[in-house]
């Protein structure tokens, strides 16, 4: 069984910054590609962003490419999801998963391609 953990969410002014964090344990982080998908209220779960298992490829949506970041330390079994320029609009509880049947340069981008989700972080942005 994996387990994924999200934390690193909070409050923040728009324009800031925050940076979610993603742990995924039960194996080997290289064995997953990862991503990260939100869902704000009364909307449904949204794509937004997912790397590749050994961290070779990345994919965005287009409403946060060129202000988010995703990025991986295999080492430290985590995935990373730097958000700069955030806007109301990003609020949202933000979740990270994890596909164990991916190949190695896919960057999955729809839910039902993960296998395993965490219980997702808030992430508040303050007009």
């Known amino acids: 069984q994996v387990q994924v953990v999200e934390s690193g969410g909070g409050l923040v002014q728009a324009g800031g910054s925050l940076r979610l964090s993603c742990a995924a344990s039960?194996?080997?982080?290289?064995?997953?590609?990862m991503g990260w998908f939100r869902q704000a209220p009364g909307k449904e779960r949204e794509f937004v962003a997912a790397?590749?298992?050994?961290?070779?490829?990345?994919y965005y949506a287009d409403s946060v490419k060129g202000r988010f970041t995703i990025s991986r330390d295999n080492a430290k079994n985590t995935v990373y999801l730097q958000m700069n320029s955030l806007n109301p609009e990003d609020t949202a509880v933000y979740y990270c998963?994890?596909?164990?049947?991916?190949?190695?340069?896919?960057?999955?981008?729809?839910?039902?391609?993960?296998?395993?989700w965490g219980q997702g972080t808030q992430v508040t942005v303050s007009s």
């Open positions: 998963a994890a596909d164990a049947h991916s190949r190695l340069l896919a960057t999955p981008t729809y839910p039902y391609e993960y296998d395993y």
């Open positions: 039960g194996r080997t982080a290289s064995s997953y590609a």
């Open positions: 790397i590749s298992k050994r961290g070779i490829r990345t």
